[in-house]
């Protein structure tokens, strides 16, 4: 997911993030202008 998408699409952005947070994923998006943020699977 690109930051861009979290900006532009705030609506769907956040219910992409709140439907992967209840599969079970930690989010964290991260600062390093490669324009991707990181999501890691910890079960």
Request: aromatic letters at 4%; hydrophobic letters at 45%; one cysteine or more.
């Amino acid at each position: 997911m690109t930051e861009t998408s979290l900006i532009t699409q705030i609506a769907q952005a956040s219910a992409n993030l709140n439907r992967l947070r209840k599969a079970g994923f930690i989010i964290a998006l991260d600062d390093f202008g490669s324009g991707h943020s990181c999501a890691i699977r910890r079960v």
